[in-house]
């Protein structure tokens, strides 16, 4: 069994910061790929950013620049710095591990962004 849960939402100002995390644990002593999706009502659920067990990422252009993608393996934990905020960043966003074939989801987590 893996869980997967994320913290770190809320509501924030335009330009504002907020700092997702999201732990993996379970069955699986460490993940390959992880990485974090939104989903805006009425869009479908897109990438935002990822990373793999080496560091590397890989980011959506809408959010280069922004945002900031890290990961610390001993934990099982990855994280997601946002920086200036925009009102377009609100969605629920979604932490995604991979183990190998299967991937496994958080619940979400709100990322409101309004004045």
């Known amino acids: 069994q893996v869980q997967v849960v994320e913290s770190g939402g809320g509501l924030v100002q335009p330009g504002g910061s907020l700092r997702l995390s999201c732990a993996a644990s379970?069955?699986?002593?460490?993940?390959?790929?992880m990485g974090w999706y939104r989903q805006a009502p009425g869009k479908q659920r897109e990438l935002v950013a990822d990373?793999?067990?080496?560091?590397?990422?890989n980011y959506a252009d809408s959010v280069k620049g922004r945002f900031t993608i890290s990961r610390d393996n001993s934990k099982n934990t990855v994280y997601l710095q946002m920086n200036s905020l925009k009102p377009e960043d609100t969605a629920v966003y979604y932490c995604?591990?991979?183990?190998?074939?299967?991937?496994?989801w958080g619940q979400g987590t709100q990322v409101t962004v309004s004045s």
């Open positions: 379970g069955s699986i002593f460490s993940f390959d790929v």
């Open positions: 995604q591990a991979n183990f190998f074939k299967s991937s496994y």
């Open positions: 990373i793999d067990h080496g560091g590397n990422t």
